[in-house]
C-alpha cells in the first residue's frame, strides 16, 4: 500500500489516469443513484434490486452482441426489456408494499433482488462476461494516459440517458404527475393523480434507466450474477450524500465515488476493493449521522 | 420564590422564520404557571428549546440552578424536567400498565438494575397512577388502542410515574371529553400541591387556564407579548387583539 | 392446569425428545444441531429486530468473528506445535484430547470477547441510525465483513482454513455439537424470557414504539440498544465459533453466509412471528424442517425458491404464524379482549 501511494506521488500521471478512469465509470453509477433517489422519493421505497436491474440490462447486451448485434445498438433494448420487467414485478409484487412500512418494502425487494441474482446464477452461470465494442483507445500525453473510447462514449451515453430522463420529469405532462406524487401523494390522488398508474411508471422508468447503465457496464467493464449488490449500495450511499431531489449533485457524487473507487483499489489491492466501497458506506453514514445529531437531528 | 426554570432571551429560527425571539420568562418553584398565544405563535417551540429538542441560537435555559442550554433530550429528562406532547405519544404496541411501568425515573440505572424484573411496588405505582388518571379498567389494554383523549391521561400518568420536579403540558385538555376537563383541572392542581410539581402549560381553553394558573405569560409572532395574573391578561387589550388578529 | 404447570410440561417434554434425539435418530445429528443453530439464529435477530425495531441485515457479522476466532485460537496457540498450516490430517493425529476442547473453551471465550468489543464499538456509530438507514448500514458491515476476511492472508484469505479435526470416533462430533448448540439455544431462550420480562425487555419495546418519547422520557436509549446488540452479538459469536468446528473448514462463505444464514435469520423470525418468544423458535423450526425434506430436490434452485420465499412472506404473511394465531384467537395469547374495558368509561370522580 505504502508502494503505491510513493508511486502515485513519483508518478502523478498515474493519478490522472485513475481519476479519468473513476469519473467515466461515475457517470454509470449515477445512472443507477439517480433511480434509485426517483423511485425513492416517488414511492417511499428503497429498491434493494437496483442493482439487478443494472446486472440484467448487461445480459441483454451480452447476449445481443453474442448475436451479432453491436453492443451500442443494444442499449435502447436492454432499456425496453428492464422497463417491462420493472412494470410486471409493480403488477405483481411492489404495489402490495407501496405504502407499508419501508422495511417491509426494503426486505420485499432484497426478496427480488436474492430472487434475480439467483436465476442469472442458474440460466448465464457465474461467469464473468464482458461485451466487446471494438471501439480502441485515445491516447493523451504521449500515450502516458490510456482511455478506451468506448468509456468515453458511454459516459455520454450515460449524461444523454440523465439528461433526458430530467427533461422528461420536468416537461412532460406524466413527469408533471410523477413529481407532484413525489411532493404529497395523498393530495396528488385528490386532485385526480391516478398515482397507482405513476408508481408503475416510475418504477419501470428506474428499472429502465438501470438496464441502461448495465448495458454500459457490460461494455466497458463486466457483468456476474453476483454484482447487484454492490451497485445497489453505491446508488444508496450517492444518494444520501446528494439528497433526493438534485441531479446535480446527484451526478458529482457519482463521479466522486467513481474516482474515489479507482483510487482506493490502487492503493488497498484490487482484492480491498469491494470491502472499501461497503466499509465507505457504512463510514457515511455514521458520518452523516454524526454531523446531524450536532442538530439533534438524525438521517431520516 | 427562586425559580426553578429560567429561560433567559431566548431565540430560535428555522431558516428564515423567528420562531421564538429573545423570550425571557421564569417559572418559580412550586407554581403553576400557564404560555398562551395564537396558533404559530411560538408556544410548541419553545418547549422544544427548553427540553433540548434543538439547540437554540442565542440566550441560555436554566434548570434548578445549572444551565442546560446545551444538553440533550434524555439528559434534561434525567435531572427532572420533562414534557408531554401535543400530538400525544405513547409505545403503542404496549399495554397501558407496561407505559406507565417502563417510565420510571432513569437517573441511577446501573446493568443490574436494567436487567432485573420490576419489584412489585413499580408496579403498585403504576396502577395507581392509572386509576388517578382513570384509566385504570383499562390497564391491560395496549396504548395505541386508546383514543386521542384516553392517550393524553395515559401520557399524563407515565409522566408522572418519571418523578419530574417540573412538567410541561403541551394542551393538556385538547381532545379530553368536555364533562371531564373539570376533574382533570382538579387533577391538576392536585398534582402540583400534593406531589408538589411545579405545571408550565400550554393551553388553548382560556377558561381552563385562567382557572389554573397563577401566572400567564401570551405570545405573539414569536415574541413575549404580555404577561401577569390571569385578570390582567384577560382584560389585556394586545392579548385581545393578538387572539382576534388585529395588530 | 394452572399456566405453569403447563408451561412446565412443555418445557420437559421438549427437554426430553431434545435429549434423546441424536440417539434416536443418529443419521441427523448434524442437521439437529443446526436446528438449535437456526433458532438461535432466529431468537437472536428478534432481539434488535422484532423487540427493539432494529432490523439488521449484519448480525452475521459476530457469527463470523466467532469463526474465525475460535479457529485462530486453535490454530496458534493449541496446534501451533503440530504446524499450522499443515495438511488436516497431521492436525488431527497430534492432538491430544485435552488440546481440542480446551482450545475450542478458550477460542470461544475470546470469540465473545471480541464479538462484544466490535459490537459495542460498531454499535456506538452505527445505532445512532435509524429505520432504513440503519438496515442497509448493516447490509454493508455484513458485506464488508466477508470481503475483509477474503482479502485477509492472515485468516487464510480466499483459501479458508481449517479447525483441528474432532478427536474421538467418527460421528462423535456431531453429538459433541448437537448437545452444545441444544444448551446454547437453550440457554439463549431463557436468557431473553427473563430480559423481556425486565426492564430491559420494556425498554427496547418502548424505543420500537417511540424512540423520540422514549429519549424525552429519559430512558437511556443508546445503552439499552448497545446491550441488546451485545447479547445478540455473545450468542451469535458462540454459535460461530462451534459451526466452524463443526464444519471443520471455514472460508469466507462458511463465516460470512449473508445470502444464507444472513438472510434466514430475518426470514425465519418474521415467519414465525416478529417480536413474540415463541415465533422465532417457530419459524427456524418449520424454515429449517422443510428446508431439510424439501431443498434437496429443487437442486441448485434453492436460492432462487429463497427469493420467491422471501417475497410471499413479506408480502402475504408480514405478522408470521404468531402474528396470526394471535389475531385468530386472541385471548390464548394474553391480549386482553375484555370488551367491558374497551368500553370503561374513564372517569375521574372519586379516587382515593
Known amino acids: 500500500m505504502v508502494d503505491n501511494l510513493l508511486l502515485l506521488f513519483n508518478a502523478p500521471i498515474l493519478s490522472a489516469q485513475l481519476l479519468v478512469d473513476g469519473i467515466l465509470i461515475g457517470a454509470i453509477f449515477a445512472l443507477a443513484a439517480y433511480g434509485m433517489a426517483l423511485v425513492w422519493g416517488v414511492m417511499d421505497i428503497i429498491n434493494i434490486a437496483q442493482g439487478e436491474f443494472v446486472m440484467l440490462g448487461g445480459y441483454?447486451?451480452?447476449?445481443?452482441?453474442?448475436?451479432?448485434?453491436?453492443?451500442?445498438?443494444?442499449?435502447?433494448?436492454?432499456?425496453?426489456?428492464?422497463?417491462?420487467?420493472?412494470?410486471?414485478?409493480?403488477?405483481?409484487?411492489?404495489?402490495?408494499?407501496?405504502?407499508?412500512?419501508?422495511?417491509?418494502?426494503?426486505?420485499?425487494?432484497?426478496?427480488?433482488?436474492?430472487?434475480?441474482?439467483?436465476?442469472?446464477?442458474q440460466l448465464f452461470q457465474a461467469d464473468v462476461r464482458t461485451a466487446e465494442s471494438g471501439l480502441g483507445s485515445f491516447f493523451l500525453a504521449d500515450g502516458l494516459i490510456v482511455v478506451s473510447q468506448i468509456k468515453v462514449v458511454s459516459f455520454i451515453?450515460?449524461?444523454?440517458?440523465?439528461?433526458?430522463?430530467?427533461?422528461?420529469?420536468?416537461?412532460?405532462?406524466?413527469?408533471?404527475?410523477?413529481?407532484?406524487?413525489?411532493?404529497?401523494?395523498?393530495?396528488?390522488?385528490?386532485?385526480?393523480?391516478n398515482t397507482d398508474r405513476v408508481f408503475s411508471t416510475t418504477f419501470a422508468l428506474n428499472a429502465a434507466i438501470c438496464g441502461a447503465a448495465g448495458s454500459l457496464v457490460v461494455m466497458t467493464w463486466l457483468v456476474h450474477p453476483y454484482l447487484?449488490?454492490?451497485?445497489?449500495?453505491?446508488?444508496?450511499?450517492?444518494?444520501?450524500?446528494?439528497?433526493?431531489?438534485?441531479?446535480?449533485?446527484?451526478?458529482?457524487?457519482?463521479?466522486?465515488?467513481?474516482?474515489?473507487?479507482?483510487?482506493?483499489?490502487?492503493?488497498?489491492?484490487?482484492?480491498?476493493?469491494?470491502?472499501?466501497?461497503?466499509?465507505?458506506?457504512?463510514?457515511?453514514?455514521?458520518?452523516?449521522?454524526?454531523?446531524l445529531s450536532r442538530q439533534r437531528k438524525y438521517l431520516k | 420564590m427562586t425559580p426553578i426554570l429560567d429561560v433567559r432571551d431566548v431565540t430560535k429560527a428555522f431558516g428564515g422564520v423567528i420562531a421564538n425571539d429573545g423570550i425571557t420568562l421564569k417559572v418559580p418553584q412550586g407554581a403553576i404557571i400557564g404560555l398562551i398565544g395564537p396558533n404559530g405563535s411560538g408556544k410548541t417551540t419553545l418547549f422544544n428549546s427548553i427540553v433540548?429538542?434543538?439547540?437554540?441560537?442565542?440566550?441560555?435555559?436554566?434548570?434548578?440552578?445549572?444551565?442546560?442550554?446545551?444538553?440533550?433530550?434524555?439528559?434534561?429528562?434525567?435531572?427532572?424536567?420533562?414534557?408531554?406532547?401535543?400530538?400525544?405519544?405513547?409505545?403503542?404496541?404496549?399495554?397501558?400498565?407496561?407505559?406507565?411501568?417502563?417510565?420510571v425515573p432513569h437517573v441511577h440505572e446501573g446493568l443490574r438494575t436494567m436487567l432485573s424484573p420490576y419489584p412489585s411496588e413499580v408496579t403498585e405505582r403504576a396502577e395507581?397512577?392509572?386509576?388517578?388518571?382513570?384509566?385504570?379498567?383499562?390497564?391491560?389494554?395496549?396504548?395505541?388502542?386508546?383514543?386521542?383523549?384516553?392517550?393524553?391521561?395515559?401520557?399524563?400518568?407515565?409522566?408522572?410515574?418519571?418523578?419530574?420536579?417540573?412538567?410541561?403540558?403541551?394542551?393538556?385538555?385538547?381532545?379530553?371529553?368536555?364533562?371531564?376537563?373539570?376533574?382533570?383541572?382538579?387533577?391538576?392542581?392536585?398534582?402540583?400541591?400534593?406531589?408538589?410539581?411545579?405545571?408550565?402549560?400550554?393551553?388553548?381553553?382560556?377558561?381552563?387556564?385562567?382557572?389554573?394558573?397563577?401566572h400567564i405569560y401570551c405570545l405573539a409572532h414569536g415574541q413575549l407579548l404580555a404577561e401577569g395574573p390571569p385578570e390582567a391578561i384577560q382584560t389585556d387589550q394586545r392579548v385581545i387583539d393578538a387572539y382576534l388578529g388585529a395588530r | 392446569?394452572?399456566?405453569?404447570?403447563?408451561?412446565?410440561?412443555?418445557?420437559?417434554?421438549?427437554?426430553?425428545?431434545?435429549?434423546l434425539a441424536p440417539h434416536l435418530a443418529p443419521a441427523f445429528r448434524v442437521q439437529m444441531a443446526l436446528l438449535w443453530m437456526m433458532i438461535l439464529f432466529a431468537l437472536t435477530w428478534d432481539l434488535g429486530g422484532g423487540q427493539m425495531g432494529y432490523n439488521s441485515f449484519g448480525n452475521i457479522v459476530f457469527f463470523g468473528i466467532g469463526c474465525y476466532v475460535a479457529a485462530v485460537v486453535q490454530r496458534d496457540l493449541f496446534f501451533a506445535v503440530e504446524g499450522q498450516s499443515q495438511a488436516t490430517g497431521d492436525l488431527a493425529t497430534s492432538s491430544p484430547l485435552f488440546n481440542y476442547f480446551n482450545g475450542l473453551a478458550v477460542g470461544l471465550a475470546l470469540a465473545v470477547i471480541i464479538a462484544v468489543a466490535v459490537a459495542a464499538g460498531l454499535g456506538s456509530g452505527i445505532l445512532g441510525l435509524r429505520g432504513q438507514y440503519f438496515a442497509i448500514c448493516t447490509l454493508g458491515v455484513g458485506i464488508a465483513a466477508g470481503e475483509i476476511a477474503s482479502g485477509w492472508g492472515y485468516i487464510g484469505a480466499g483459501s479458508g482454513m481449517v479447525a483441528p479435526i474432532f478427536p474421538g470416533g467418527p460421528g462423535q462430533n456431531a453429538t459433541f455439537f448437537y448437545y452444545f448448540f441444544f444448551a446454547l439455544a437453550v440457554t439463549c431462550f431463557f436468557t431473553l424470557k427473563r430480559l423481556y420480562a425486565s426492564r430491559f425487555g420494556l425498554a427496547i419495546n418502548a424505543i420500537r414504539d417511540d424512540e423520540d418519547k422514549a429519549e424525552a422520557m429519559g430512558i437511556h436509549t443508546t445503552r439499552y440498544k448497545t446491550i441488546a446488540w451485545c447479547i445478540s452479538a455473545v450468542f451469535l459469536a458462540l454459535a460461530g465459533g462451534a459451526f466452524g468446528h463443526l464444519n471443520n473448514f471455514i472460508d469466507r462463505e462458511v463465516a460470512f453466509p449473508g445470502i444464507t444464514f444472513g438472510v434466514w435469520m430475518v426470514l425465519m423470525a418474521i415467519l414465525g412471528g416478529k417480536?413474540?418468544?415463541?415465533?422465532?423458535?417457530?419459524?427456524?423450526?418449520?424454515?429449517?424442517?422443510?428446508?431439510?425434506?424439501?431443498?434437496?430436490?429443487?437442486?441448485?434452485?434453492?436460492?432462487?425458491?429463497?427469493?420467491l420465499l422471501i417475497v410471499v412472506i413479506v408480502v402475504f404473511f408480514p405478522l408470521g404464524i404468531m402474528g396470526w394465531l394471535r389475531s385468530r384467537w386472541p385471548e390464548r395469547f394474553g391480549e386482553t379482549v375484555d370488551l367491558e374495558a374497551r368500553a370503561a368509561p374513564i372517569s375521574l370522580g372519586e379516587t382515593r
Open chain 2, 52 to 103: 433540548g429538542y434543538h439547540p437554540i441560537d442565542r440566550g441560555s435555559i436554566w434548570f434548578d440552578g445549572r444551565e442546560i442550554s446545551r444538553l440533550r433530550v434524555p439528559q434534561i429528562a434525567r435531572l427532572g424536567l420533562l414534557r408531554t406532547f401535543q400530538q400525544t405519544r405513547i409505545y403503542g404496541k404496549m399495554s397501558c400498565l407496561e407505559n406507565v411501568q417502563i417510565s
Open chain 1, 228 to 291: 447487484g449488490l454492490a451497485y445497489t449500495l453505491r446508488a444508496f450511499m450517492i444518494v444520501t450524500v446528494a439528497g433526493l431531489g438534485n441531479m446535480a449533485s446527484v451526478l458529482l457524487a457519482s463521479l466522486g465515488l467513481g474516482a474515489v473507487e479507482n483510487f482506493a483499489g490502487f492503493l488497498l489491492g484490487t482484492e480491498y476493493q469491494a470491502a472499501f466501497v461497503f466499509s465507505l458506506l457504512v463510514a457515511i453514514l455514521v458520518w452523516r449521522n454524526a454531523l
Open chain 2, 128 to 214: 395507581g397512577l392509572l386509576e388517578f388518571v382513570g384509566l385504570y379498567p383499562k390497564r391491560h389494554l395496549r396504548g395505541g388502542e386508546m383514543s386521542f383523549g384516553q392517550q393524553k391521561l395515559l401520557e399524563l400518568a407515565m409522566a408522572l410515574m418519571n418523578q419530574p420536579k417540573v412538567l410541561l403540558l403541551d394542551e393538556p385538555t385538547a381532545g379530553i371529553s368536555p364533562v371531564l376537563i373539570n376533574s382533570l383541572m382538579e387533577r391538576l392542581k392536585r398534582i402540583n400541591a400534593d406531589l408538589g410539581v411545579t405545571l408550565f402549560v400550554i393551553e388553548h381553553n382560556m377558561r381552563v387556564i385562567m382557572n389554573l394558573a397563577q
Open chain 1, 157 to 193: 451515453c450515460a449524461l444523454i440517458l440523465g439528461a433526458t430522463l430530467f427533461l422528461f420529469l420536468k416537461r412532460s405532462r406524466l413527469g408533471q404527475a410523477i413529481r407532484a406524487t413525489a411532493q404529497n401523494a395523498r393530495a396528488a390522488r385528490i386532485m385526480g393523480v
Open chain 3, 1 to 19: 392446569m394452572t399456566n405453569t404447570t403447563r408451561n412446565l410440561l412443555l418445557y420437559t417434554l421438549i427437554c426430553l425428545i431434545s435429549l
Open chain 3, 275 to 307: 417480536g413474540t418468544l415463541w415465533g422465532p423458535v417457530i419459524g427456524a423450526t418449520i424454515f429449517h424442517a422443510t428446508q431439510e425434506l424439501f431443498w434437496t430436490y429443487l437442486l441448485g434452485w434453492q436460492r432462487v425458491a429463497l427469493g
Open chain 1, 60 to 121: 441483454v447486451t451480452f447476449f445481443l452482441a453474442a448475436a451479432g448485434v453491436h453492443p451500442l445498438y443494444t442499449v435502447p433494448v436492454a432499456a425496453a426489456a428492464l422497463y417491462l420487467l420493472g412494470w410486471a414485478l409493480y403488477r405483481t409484487v411492489v404495489f402490495r408494499v407501496v405504502d407499508k412500512d419501508m422495511f417491509i418494502s426494503i426486505l420485499a425487494t432484497f426478496g427480488i433482488s436474492i430472487f434475480l441474482q439467483q436465476l442469472a446464477n
